[in-house]
């Protein structure tokens, strides 16, 4: 491959965006289009989301293989030179005194030097006297996808990528990278809505994410400073619409209550739903056809921040004609079912 090589990324969700950051630093001469109708940043599944980096959190969903590669990208945003709002406090994880049996049925899940228990009160004072003792997994980090996204773009701009909001590409490119989520022409591909509500609660105060372990609704509630915290999201088998629904808005709300009172006084400022792009087994793949010269990656689930960055980074690899060590786990071969469903 030429230094002058031409990439058009499509679909500027965390997908979109890290790879493009990833290409103009590893091919600094490539000319680079990123294409999204939507504009930059988009208003897409990857804004709104929680922005947890989660890997222990998600071990019930991944093997050691996917937390590793969730560990890469964690290590790729604490060094990312932008604003991202990123803060490694770790996450804590509690459950009321009837729900602790979910606790003690993860526990076992993670590996041993990862399962500290530690005493609620330590950790998070603002917490009530309900949850006595929870697991902090202190690897774990999070940022704010909005304030993330719009970082990525304006130093995209700067860097000279250009930003396209066409629909379809206007132009030959030596490489093209699908990464449109729901709307790539994937029939593999279902959507998962998840629905978060943002408050605004002066009287509270926490340090890192709080997962709370219930049978009916595994929430988390995020800070993002200054007062504001986002709880969310819920897990709906639906890519149908981006409607919040009455019964998941009144779920949400009476977790945050049952969090804390001063809650029951919180301001809000968002309700919202996004869809999940997300393959059958809910992990995500990276798709090369090399007659086509095109790249697919898709399928993020739940963990578009968690693993894009080293999704970015095979792709990166690959058209520098080197294999990254994460790419067999991502790349599961041009026979794959959902590939042959694709081309159909
Ligand atoms: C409520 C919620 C909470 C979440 N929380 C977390 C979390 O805490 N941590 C985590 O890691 N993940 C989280 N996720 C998951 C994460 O948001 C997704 O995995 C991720 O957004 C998928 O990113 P994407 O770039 O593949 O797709 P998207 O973000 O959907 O982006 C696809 C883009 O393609 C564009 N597009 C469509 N058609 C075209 C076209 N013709 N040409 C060009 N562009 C096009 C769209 O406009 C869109 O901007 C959450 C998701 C939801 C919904």
């Known amino acids: 491959m030429t230094a002058t090589q031409t990439i058009a990324i499509r679909g500027a969700g965390i997908m979109g965006l890290t790879t493009a950051y990833c290409l103009k630093n590893a091919l600094p001469e490539a000319k680079i289009t990123i294409y999204d109708p939507k504009g930059f940043p988009a208003d897409n599944a990857s804004f709104m989301a929680g922005g947890m980096l989660a890997p222990y959190s998600e071990i019930e969903h991944m ?32 459950a009321c005194a009837e729900d602790r049996y979910i606790l003690a049925r993860f526990k076992p899940h993670l590996p041993e030097e990862v399962q500290t228990t530690v005493a609620t009160k330590d950790l998070e ?15 774990e980090a999070h940022l704010d ?17 250009e930003l396209s909001t066409a629909q379809g590409v206007t132009k030959e490119h030596d490489w093209t990278i699908d ?12 959507g998962v809505k998840g629905e978060t509500l943002l408050v605004r609660n002066p009287e509270f105060e926490l340090s890192r994410p709080v997962r709370l372990m219930h ?10 400073g200054n007062g504001i915290f986002m709880i969310g999201a819920t897990v709906i088998e639906s890519g149908e619409n981006e409607n919040v629904s009455l019964r998941s808005s009144m779920e949400l709300m009476s977790a945050l209550y049952a969090l804390h009172p001063s809650f029951g006084e919180a301001e809000i400022i ?28 898709n399928g993020l689930f739940r963990h578009g921040y968690l693993l894009a960055p080293v999704m970015a980074m095979c792709v990166a690899s690959h058209i520098q004609g080197k294999q990254h060590e994460f790419m067999p786990l991502f790349d599961k071969g041009l026979k794959d079912e959902s590939h042959d469903k694709r081309a159909a």
């Open 270 to 297: 968002d309700l919202k739903a996004g869809i999940r792009p997300s393959y059958e087994d809910n992990l995500p793949r990276i798709r090369i056809n090399e007659d086509s010269k095109t790249i697919s990656c």
């Open 63 to 94: 093997n050691m293989d996917w937390v590793k590669a969730g560990l890469e990208s964690i290590k790729f945003w604490g060094e990312l030179p932008l604003y991202t709002g990123f803060v490694k406090n770790g996450s804590l994880l509690v």
């Open 145 to 161: 996808p909005r304030k993330t996204m719009t970082s990525l773009s304006e130093w995209l701009e700067k860097k000279g990528v």
């Open 179 to 190: 990464c449109r989520g729901m709307a790539a022409n994937d029939k593999a591909i279902r």
């Open 215 to 224: 049978p009916r609704y595994p929430l988390y509630i995020i800070p993002r």
């Open 125 to 139: 004072p603002a917490l009530g006297s309900q949850f006595t003792s929870g697991l902090h997994l202190a690897e």
